[in-house]
């Protein structure tokens, strides 16, 4: 396509209908990568004049938006549940969004969020000759790796390779990193990466940090807050970590589940994590502490504040919303050298990378050599809300065009 061509696409003003998930409304109240960014494009979207409509949960408008309720609540306290139990939700979920879409016809495209169930029932939706074209954002898991099957890991490869072909529904991925493991079958149907980002202005820029450092993520083995938790214990460093443990929000809430011998986390895996690998550092040093989940200003305090946000990560991370949301506020990011990590973190720059956890531990001892403006310009340049929004716009006209050219 020409550029002209391209520009006098971009002049139309299109209606797209956003599938969110049932389990946050937007914006969330704490803990929510994908909602964050679902608020951050809703807005975006509707500042460059595009009507949106979101199929979700919560508020009836949002930035201007019409907001569908479908859900009539969070279902979040469900998403850890048995998959039988689970996938009716999501499938339940998704088939009464397009059931609205298909009823008013009047939808240009179609941005799903929901994963896997989504893509799969999209790539029989747009068959139909009268629904629009869809993209599928991919937020993750990876796709599976060999060595991911070698360590006892189900293969999700091929159900990805069947979802392809014959049909409108588009894959992007939200980083390289995630998308280069993608099987050879689904690329066709796969649009170029598009960047997670925030409104870079809700986000206050602090120079003068405290003298602390922070995690931002839900405890488990693969975000590591035992690796951060070691570290600051060895070389006797504040530590404020935020983030849920199941579905447990608040310090005083954890006490009363971890005094409880018969409380019902005691099978929840994150709790275990929690109480095996974080609780004895916290015990017996002060200086670790558990923050709850943070929403709001107290949240922005929290990141704005801190020395570096620590992100010992042991999984292919896709993105890291958390990671961009501290560089935003000018803190810098000290993380492992995993998943999309290196796209977003510019070793000396805005943050450190280790391969190791000796190299992680030398980096925190480094984060005063990091300029909070430098990290507060890579998130201006690569991961706003104005970038984002254009470059889904384009995938939008993409999608849309691919299917004009078929018909």
């Not at 983030?243 to 275990?272: C, M, V, W």
């Not at 020395?307 to 010992?312: D, I, T």
Request: net charge positive; glycine share 8%.
């Amino acid at each position: 396509m020409t550029k002209a061509a391209a520009t006098e696409r971009r002049k139309k003003k299109l209606r797209v209908a956003i599938i969110a998930t049932p389990w946050l409304s937007i914006p969330p109240k704490g803990y929510g990568g994908i909602e964050a960014v679902l608020d951050a494009l809703v807005k975006g979207l509707m500042s460059a004049g595009e009507e949106v409509e979101v199929f979700g949960v919560g508020r009836r408008k949002l930035h201007g938006a019409k907001v569908h309720n479908l859900a009539g609540e969070e279902q979040f306290r469900h998403i850890h549940g048995p998959w039988y139990k689970v996938l009716p939700l999501v499938g339940g979920h998704v088939q009464q969004a397009l059931k609205l879409i298909e009823a008013d016809g009047g939808f240009d495209v179609i941005h799903d969020h929901n994963g896997h169930i989504g893509p799969q029932v999209l790539s029989w939706a747009t068959r139909l000759p009268h629904m629009p074209p869809s993209i599928h954002t991919l937020h993750g898991p990876p796709f599976t790796s060999d060595e991911d099957v070698k360590n006892g890991e189900p293969d999700n490869r091929p159900f990805w390779a069947r979802v392809n072909g014959g049909h409108h529904s588009y894959l992007v991925g939200i980083s390289d990193a995630l998308m280069k493991a993608a099987p050879r079958e689904v690329k066709k149907n796969t649009l170029a990466p598009v960047y997670n980002a925030v409104d870079v202005r809700e986000f206050p820029y602090v120079e003068q940090k405290k003298n602390y450092f922070i995690t931002l993520a839900r405890f488990n083995e693969d975000k590591a807050q035992h690796i951060a938790v070691k570290y600051c214990n060895k070389f006797k460093y504040r530590l404020r970590m935020a983030g849920t443990i199941g579905d447990i929000e608040t310090p005083r809430r954890l006490l009363l589940e971890l005094a409880n011998p018969l409380s019902k986390y005691r099978q929840h895996p994150e709790f275990r994590y929690y109480s095996d690998q974080i609780l004895p550092y916290v015990v017996r040093n002060p200086r670790i502490v558990y923050s709850g989940n943070l929403a709001g200003p107290s949240k922005m305090r929290f990141i704005s504040q801190a020395k570096a946000l620590l992100f010992p990560i042991q999984w292919e991370e896709p993105f890291g919303m958390a990671v961009i949301e501290a560089l935003a506020c000018g803190t810098p990011v000290v993380a492992m050298r995993r998943g999309a990590m290196p796209e977003i973190i510019e070793h000396g720059i805005n943050g450190f990378l280790a391969d190791t956890e000796e190299e992680f531990a030398e980096y925190m001892q480094r984060v005063d050599e990091i300029d909070p403006a430098d990290c507060r310009m890579s998130v201006k340049r690569q991961f706003s809300a104005e970038v984002m929004t254009a470059n889904y716009i384009d995938r939008y006209h993409e999608a849309i065009a691919r299917k004009q050219a078929t018909s």
